[in-house]
């Protein structure tokens, strides 16, 4: 069983730019959620996206977007990127949607933007 | 509002001795799960435990332990016979179950530090 995959593992991009990351859900789970992590704090939630459609969202603007691909894996998309945009973007995936202690993260992408 | 608190920004544990990471936390969810999760340098986070409200008895999962509270709101993590892998960010992190249990809010984390 392949656990959570995240690609590419760290980028650097212009603010002002566009970036797209990528998450391969754990097999068999169909929820997918991304997180924010700055560097020093804890992982803030941007969204979760389950069977296709977007469940929730955290405090992020909407330059922040995703979507959900029917194998259930996932992208984030961030438009027009800050200085304040450069963290670690976890994905986690879990079975269902409800179930908080079945949650598998992948190894994260560190963004940094100049 | 949901908020996770960690006072604790470093610990120092000797090798082999228990360790107790403090958490709080505040919801106005009747139903919530709360968990640890542990944060090594490589920077993947990995679930250590669980505890659900409306659990009786406080998780374990072979060494770790998590020591509820409900009336004080607190979700303590207690690792047992430390050992020097241990040496890591410590997340407690909550979901409200009533909200369709979507979103998981992060404390700020502890750091742990191993001696041997």
């Known amino acids: 069983e392949t656990g959570v995959t995240q690609s590419p593992t760290h980028l650097i991009k212009t603010r002002g730019q566009q970036v797209t990351l990528r998450c391969s859900s754990q097999?068999?789970?169909?929820?997918v959620s991304w997180y924010q992590q700055a560097l020093g704090q804890g992982p803030q939630f941007i969204f979760q996206?389950?069977?296709?459609?977007?469940?929730g969202r955290g405090n992020f603007p909407p330059r922040f977007s995703g979507l959900q691909f029917p194998n259930y894996s996932s992208e984030l998309n961030v438009n027009a990127l800050e200085l304040d945009d450069s963290a670690l973007y976890l994905c986690?995936?879990?079975?269902?949607?409800?179930?908080?202690?079945?949650?598998?993260f992948g190894p994260g992408t560190r963004l940094t933007v100049t | 509002a949901q908020k996770i608190t960690q006072t604790q920004p470093g610990m120092f544990v000797q090798e082999k001795e228990a360790v107790t990471l403090d958490c709080t936390y505040d919801?106005?969810?009747?139903?919530?799960?709360l968990f640890w999760y542990k944060q090594p340098s490589s920077g993947e986070m990995i679930f250590l435990i669980y505890?659900?409200?409306?659990?009786?008895q406080n998780a374990t999962e072979g060494r770790y332990s998590l020591n509820f509270q409900k009336a004080r709101k607190s979700a303590n993590l207690v690792i047992s016979a430390s050992q020097l892998g241990d040496s890591a960010m410590y997340f407690c992190?909550?979901?409200?179950?009533?909200?369709?249990?979507?979103?998981?809010?992060f404390g700020a984390g502890t750091r742990l530090f191993v001696k041997a």
């Open positions: 992190a909550m979901r409200g179950l009533n909200t369709g249990g979507f979103k998981t809010i």
């Open positions: 505890q659900g409200s409306y659990d009786e």
């Open positions: 986690a995936s879990s079975p269902r949607r409800t179930e908080p202690d079945e949650q598998y």
């Open positions: 919801t106005s969810d009747q139903s919530y799960g």
């Open positions: 996206y389950y069977r296709e459609e977007e469940n």
């Open positions: 097999s068999g789970h169909n929820t």
